[in-house]
């Protein structure tokens, strides 16, 4: 009998050990700061969003891909009036124009096989504004992209005059963002 409660102490103590040795891991276990956003300039010009690889398997076969989203700046803006003073805080001075960008969109997915050859598919088109989505709060910044966070796109009808109107449909990466190349 005294034996068992020695041992079920001695657990005890061991479980309790390794939760309190856990802990003070994952408390020292220094996470890199994101750099700081990139902010989508007043008059932009064409650019590049490349994610973070994937991989994923589909019929037994293991696959890796990234998604680059190729950006091109139109003549289209998005107002929105509930966000405009919002807007003028984040730029730090606000906009001369006002409202969001409007970008024309093309999706296209770089898969490598098997073989380890890379395919590029074209796989969607449409308009959009661009916002760096901020996490599980999912809020977002305005005209923004950062590297190490998702990237979140609201598609956008537009023609007749210079101002574009959000549908609601909201696209977010499927990785985070790894690199913004300018001018591609």
């Known amino acids: 009998m005294k ?3 020695i041992g079920l102490g001695l657990g005890g ?6 939760a309190l040795g856990s802990t003070i891991f994952l408390a020292k276990k220094k996470t890199e700061p994101l750099p700081p956003p990139w902010w989508i300039p007043e008059k932009p010009g064409p650019f590049s969003i490349l994610t ?18 190729s950006c091109q700046p139109t003549q289209f803006r998005v107002y929105n009036l509930l966000n405009l003073e ?7 001075g606000g906009s001369k124009e006002g409202g969001d960008p409007v970008f024309h969109i093309t999706l296209k997915v770089h898969l490598w096989g098997p073989d ?3 395919t590029a598919i074209e796989d969607e088109r449409f308009y959009a504004t661009i916002h760096a989505h901020r996490g599980k709060t999912g809020t977002t910044l305005a ?3 950062q590297v190490g ?14 101002n574009g109107v959000e549908t609601g449909e909201r696209v977010v990466s499927m ?5 913004i190349r300018l001018g591609y």
């Open 175 to 179: 990785a985070p963002v790894k690199e």
């Open 86 to 92: 919002l807007y003028r805080v984040q730029r730090e």
């Open 143 to 145: 005209s923004a992209v």
């Open 13 to 18: 103590l061991f479980l309790g050990g390794l």
């Open 149 to 162: 966070r998702y990237v979140e796109f609201r598609k956008c009808h537009v023609g007749g005059a210079l």
């Open 3 to 5: 034996l068992r409660k």
């Open 52 to 69: 973070e690889e994937m991989e994923w398997t589909h019929e037994d076969q293991h696959l890796r891909s990234h998604l680059e989203y």
């Open 116 to 118: 380890q050859k890379v």
